[in-house]
């Protein structure tokens, strides 16, 4: 569990996601969001439109994957997302800036929120000494004409 808690604390300082969706034609589509709020099990809303191609692709199949990214950072969360039109909800998350996109504001019959449950996820964190002793191991590979370890070996951790 404290991997789980360690995610959250990463994952909390994130104002955006990319979440990548199945297409239609079997293509993995990502694209950003914002994310509009994060519970401490990696659970999370997101707005969008009603009309937007994700919404088809989310009805289509809801499995999917969220990444997000610092300098030093990385997680991955798989996991299920559902459309939800609950309206205090969408009072309850509502930003004023998203009236850009949503013109008659939190009331704008057009927006509804995409519910991701996460199942599982990893993060990778190459900040301080393990960062310092990646970058040294990867630099002296590229020196020798060597393979760099892999970024997938280094700072990982799973929930």
Known sequence: ????????????GFETAMLVTRAADAH???RPM????LHADADAYFVTSVDSPK?????????VLLTFQSEHQYAAVYGRVNVVRDRALVARVWREEWRAWFPRGESDPAIALLRFDAERGEFW???GMRGVQYAFEGA????RGGRAP??????????
């Open 1 to 12: 569990m404290e991997d789980a808690e360690h995610l959250y604390d990463l994952l909390k």
């Open 34 to 37: 914002v994310v509009a709020e």
């Open 140 to 143: 002296k590979a590229y020196m």
């Open 150 to 159: 892999r970024p997938s070996d280094h700072g990982r951790a799973r929930f």
């Open 125 to 127: 964190n190459d900040a």
């Open 28 to 30: 993995l589509h990502a």
């Open 55 to 63: 919404v088809a692709e989310i009805y289509a199949d809801a499995d």
